[in-house]
């Protein structure tokens, strides 16, 4: 799975070779733009589900947790937009427990920024959901994790959740958004893959994306346990999605594996729907407590929370974190394994700097679909550089 859902909307376009050239004009006038924020509004959610990647607190009208103050917010916002800001990404936890997310949205929209919301639909009325249309370029993805309430509900821990999740859905669509719709892909739900996509044409998404759940936090509890798809199949099963699935539905579909196992023909040209990246040198994340964050991880790895709102300028959070400047320097040519052996590192970066530092404690360590793909003779030779073709892989 790409953690942060970093891939490229419907008619954006792949920057493949926009994306080389502006990192290196981006290192020589040494000046990088702080593109996007995402905020981690909450530390709880109304969910457990067994793949989490932020592992978040359970939430219930008894016990709550902390949320991100709207001063902080505000706060943030103002010093960021001199940075280059244009849009802001609320995930959590769950987002929409924020107590004030009306407020939240409001000010997003007054400030004019582009706006994704990861939400599990729950909690979204068609009041939200009307709030979140009004913002500019509203992008809302929604979990759903079967095509059933009990394979649903099996995955995200609460039952009764599958309903309330549709009906956010339709929440959605009634206020005149088209939401993807996004699954983990595990033993559990792989037979569902069709009826999914079924589903979200009835209920009007706009595409749905199989991610494939990461080893990190409750994910690699779920990969010890083997309830999650070995290598084999989750390459087998992305190449059905690519050159057969795909093909035979109206409905965009995003399998979220890693662009050396992409076919050209689908990221690039007139008809490619772009590819997943790695946004890491143009996004901050912010935590719910109101630090500054290698994205989300900061939840998880001490050394990758940077600074509080209360006591660092976020420019100086920005310009000034070693580990930043170090991955503007470094990116990509210091990645190490099979990513630093990929014709693809420069459109991918690593594909989750995040995830690759958390299995490894080293920025730039390979990913870990690509390096067990590698490991199994998987991994496309025509995605290697000439010199390291030789390596163990796939024609
Ligand atoms: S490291 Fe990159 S891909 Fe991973 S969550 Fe952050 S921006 Fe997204
Ligand atoms: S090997 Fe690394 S750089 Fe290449 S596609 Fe895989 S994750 Fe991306």
Not at 29 to 38: C, D, G, S, V
Not at 103 to 118: A, D, F, Q, S, Y
């Amino acid at each position: 799975m790409h953690a942060c859902g970093n891939f490229l909307r419907k008619g954006e376009g792949c920057p493949y070779s926009e994306r080389s050239m502006s990192i290196n004009k981006d290192r020589e006038e040494r000046a990088y733009p702080l593109n996007q924020i995402y905020f981690y509004l909450t530390e709880g959610c109304n969910l457990r589900c067994r793949h989490c990647w932020i592992a978040p607190k359970f939430q219930t009208e008894k016990r709550s947790y902390p949320v991100l103050s709207m001063d902080f917010f505000r706060s943030i916002i103002k010093q960021a937009k001199p940075l280059g800001l244009s849009g802001v990404k609320l995930t959590g936890g769950e987002p929409l427990m924020h107590p004030d997310i009306d407020g939240i949205l409001e000010h997003i929209k007054r400030e004019n920024l582009n706006l994704t919301v990861e939400t599990n639909g729950i909690l979204c009325t068609l009041e939200i959901a009307q709030k979140m249309a009004a913002c500019k370029n509203p992008f809302v993805s929604v979990s759903l994790d079967g095509a059933d309430a009990s394979t649903h509900e099996w995955v995200r821990g609460i039952s009764g959740c599958f309903d309330e999740t549709l009906q956010g859905i339709r929440n959605l669509v009634d206020a005149g958004l088209k939401p993807q719709i996004i699954m983990s892909l595990m033993r559990r739900n792989k037979d569902h893959m069709e009826r999914l996509v079924q589903l979200a044409e009835t209920l009007g998404a706009e595409s749905v994306k199989f991610n494939l759940t990461m080893p990190i936090a409750r994910g690699e509890k779920l990969h010890e346990s083997g309830d999650t798809l070995t290598i084999e199949e989750l390459v087998e099963i992305g190449s059905w999605v690519e050159n057969t699935f795909s093909d035979s539905i109206e409905l965009r579909i995003v399998y979220d594996h890693p662009p050396a196992f992409r076919p050209l023909g689908k990221m690039f040209g007139d008809n490619g729907d772009g590819c997943s990246r790695c946004g890491i040198l143009g996004i901050l994340g912010v935590l719910a407590n109101g630090s500054y964050s290698l994205c989300g991880i900061g939840e998880n790895v001490a050394e990758l929370v940077f600074g509080h709102v209360e006591s660092e300028r976020l420019e100086n959070i920005w310009k000034k974190t070693v580990i930043l400047n170090e991955l503007r320097e470094g990116l990509t040519e210091r990645l190490e394994g099979i990513c630093g052996s990929c014709l693809m590192k420069n459109v991918c970066l690593g594909s989750c700097i995040a995830q690759n530092y958390y299995s490894n404690k080293n920025l730039w360590a390979p990913h870990w679909f690509c390096e067990a793909a590698q490991k199994k003779g998987l991994f496309p030779k025509t995605r290697l550089r000439p010199s390291n073709s030789n390596i163990s892989s796939n024609d």
